[in-house]
């Protein structure tokens, strides 16, 4: 067996591998019209049984003499079930709704929790077979090694286990077969029943349905390209890397010479998911320190140099053996325009240092948020600080990344009418890190920490640590 293997992207993808195809969602032909036609059965039988299933233990308990069961939390559940019948595309949109429980009635998002399990795996033999068709050798000449029983399976993928010949431990993901075409048509059937479920429910258009479909589109259709997620996760690999000071974070480096069009070859990562919290008591690994660096990182990443890790939940975050913390899945990616970097920038030292939103008023009349004509900067920058300071001066452990992101975001979009996609998927990944430092690390405080802004604020950020007294890890 030989380690000289040169697949298609051996060199990188060709600039034409990373264009993202985004298929209309207006397209509407016979395969949509038939799909719907399931879509409507399976979600409107599993409604009927939910709702069904709900009058039956009602009467039960009133025969009892006990409270009658949760209808909604009942027909939320029979929702989700469809979803898991309908497939990727649904389990998909039930993950969304999962991650955004402030945009959904709360027993739909506590239901679709069960949305971010594993997929049912597709058979190895085909992963195989779509192994040697994308890479042009069969597996067997390929890897030393190779599992058949998947490490995981998404709703896009699943991720196998190998053995590289030269002996580095690997994992590869595989594009699920015929993929593209099944989602693309379940989202031009979402789209449409959105638009007309808007016209004649008004929880649809609180929810904003038709819009979440457009970014579940959008979202989409950049996973389903897997030389973007690959040049994606190496360009925010070196930006991790470009200051030298976060060894203690980790990203696996891509093998190239194994990658394909629908297949991704990575170095393999052993490590506990971030809110697995039993398994890291057992390792003896704590939390606060490896989640402190890694969204120093992801701050820098995002800030400095472009692209961010956009998907950030927990089991896309390890913590790994030697305590190091790791990011995982890259087929959701961030990138903010140069203004909008500014902006946060802007609006993160005068979080941290200053309190000047003067700062922040010209940040968002240079971003086009504000109209010329209101306001002068001065009195825009003393309504900022009448909105904000009760947020930031309380005591430290009241200060709440998540207040003040909400009020930030609802300011913009006040203002501007919307918020950029990319600004928002930005805002969700400081949510997923205030919530994990709820659970890992209570004491702490993201908006108070200056350490995460070491490389951004070097001079600002060791003067502020000084001030509070605070030791800055390596």
């Given at each position: ?57 009602r009467a039960a308990n009133r025969l009892r003499g006990r409270p009658g069961p949760d ?76 599992e058949d029983t998947p490490l995981s399976a998404a709703s896009i993928a699943q991720v ?315």
């Amino acid at each position: 067996m030989s380690g000289s293997f040169v697949g298609p992207f051996a060199c990188g993808p060709p600039e034409r591998a990373l264009r993202v195809e985004r298929p209309s969602l207006r397209g509407f032909g016979p395969a949509e019209l038939v799909r719907i036609v399931l879509v409507c059965l399976v979600l409107g039988a599993s409604l009927l049984a939910a709702g069904a299933g709900w009058g039956v233990r009602r009467a039960a308990n009133r025969l009892r003499g006990r409270p009658g069961p949760d209808r909604a939390a009942a027909l939320a559940e029979g929702a989700v079930r469809a979803f898991a019948r309908l497939g990727p595309t649904f389990v998909k949109l039930g993950q969304l709704i999962a991650s955004s429980p402030g945009l959904f009635p709360d027993a739909l998002s506590t239901a679709a929790l069960r949305c971010l399990d594993d997929m049912p795996p597709f058979p190895s033999t085909r992963v195989r077979q779509l192994i040697a068709a994308d890479l042009g050798s069969p597996v067997h000449t390929l890897f030393a090694s190779f599992e058949d029983t998947p490490l995981s399976a998404a709703s896009i993928a699943q991720v196998h286990g190998c053995v590289l010949p030269d002996g580095r431990d690997a994992v590869v993901k595989v594009r699920r077969p015929g993929i593209a075409t099944k989602m693309i048509t379940d989202l031009r059937i979402m789209h449409r029943l959105a638009l007309v479920l808007r016209r004649h429910v008004e929880l649809v258009r609180l929810t904003s349905l038709v819009g979440i479909v457009e970014q579940l589109h959008h979202a989409t259709c950049q996973e389903l390209n897997f030389a973007l997620e690959a040049n994606n996760q190496e360009r925010f690999r070196a930006a991790v890397a470009s200051f030298g000071d976060n060894t203690g974070v980790a990203v696996p480096e891509i093998y190239w010479d194994y990658c394909g069009p629908g297949v991704i070859c990575m170095q393999r990562l052993y490590g506990t998911p971030l809110d697995n919290l039993e398994a890291l008591a057992a390792h003896g690994l704590a939390g606060e320190l490896p989640l402190r660096r890694g969204i120093k990182a992801w701050l820098e990443a995002a800030i400095l140099h472009g692209p961010f890790h956009g998907d950030a939940h927990a089991g896309n975050l390890w913590i790994l053996r030697d305590g190091r913390l790791a990011y995982l899945d890259f087929g959701i990616m961030g990138e903010l325009e140069p203004r909008w970097r500014e902006l946060l920038r802007d609006v993160l030292y005068t979080v941290m240092f200053d309190r000047d939103f003067e700062r922040v008023a010209r940040a968002l009349r240079r971003c086009g948020v504000l109209d010329p004509s209101v306001g002068t900067e001065a009195q825009l920058g003393w309504a900022l600080r009448t909105m904000f300071g009760p947020l930031l001066d309380a005591p430290l452990t009241g200060l709440s990344s998540r207040k003040i992101i909400a009020m930030m975001l609802g300011t913009a979009r006040q203002f501007a009418g919307e918020n950029p996609p990319e600004l928002t998927l930005f805002a969700k990944q400081l949510l997923y890190f205030e919530r994990y430092s709820a659970a890992l690390a209570p004491e702490w405080v993201l908006a108070a920490d200056p350490f995460v802004l070491r490389n951004i604020f070097p001079t600002e950020a060791t003067a502020k640590a000084a001030e509070l007294g605070i030791t800055m890890p390596d």
